[in-house]
């Protein structure tokens, strides 16, 4: 039997395509990564630790992208001793966004949280799978660098960021009205 990261099976347990699935994305932690990668854009490690509000152990963080990339979710920039690598999502990664929504989807309906946080996935599940189309390829653009296509309005992106913000207003932005007299 082949083994991956750690002495992890390189082949899934069975022939079953969720079992298969299951076993490439992993656990909990294997999807905020990819949350973080694909909503936050972070592709450095220090970015990723950083910005998990889940405060992800740097020890977790760095064997999860390890089986991200065993995986063939994410591939790491070759880089000298002492420079930072940079990680990027493959096709297999930026497929992930269907799953991802769907499982936020279901976090909107079933399970409680902030108005905050939940803002992007309301906004995604209004605009329906032609956003997350939209979006698949906005991620190609960043990550496999395909040719962006043209366009005229703000991009996925550019669109959940300004939800993000309106539903998360700076004391310190006088355009929120927050600012000290």
């Given at each position: ?118 803002i992007r996935q309301e906004l995604m599940r ?42 998360n207003p700076r004391p310190d932005d006088p355009?929120?009205?927050y600012a000290d007299d």
């Amino acid at each position: 039997m082949s083994r991956g990261v750690k002495g992890e099976r390189a082949e899934p347990r069975s022939g079953c395509p969720i079992n298969a699935a299951v076993e490439a994305l992993g656990d909990h932690w294997s999807f905020l990564v990819l949350r973080d990668i694909i909503f936050g854009d972070r592709r450095y490690f220090r970015e990723l630790q950083a910005g998990s509000i889940e405060g992800i152990a740097s020890n977790i963080l760095a064997d999860r992208l390890k089986r991200l990339v065993a995986a063939g979710l994410l591939t790491r920039d070759d880089v000298a001793r002492g420079q930072r690598a940079r990680y990027s999502l493959t096709e297999a990664g930026i497929q992930t966004l269907p799953i991802i929504f769907a499982l936020g989807n279901w976090g909107l309906d079933w399970r409680p949280g902030t108005p905050e946080l939940r803002i992007r996935q309301e906004l995604m599940r209004a605009e329906g799978m032609g956003f997350i189309e939209e979006f698949m390829d906005e991620l190609r653009v960043r990550h496999l660098g395909a040719s962006p296509k043209r366009r005229n309005d703000p991009g996925p992106l550019e669109r959940l960021a300004a939800a993000f913000e309106s539903a998360n207003p700076r004391p310190d932005d006088p355009a929120r009205g927050y600012a000290d007299d």
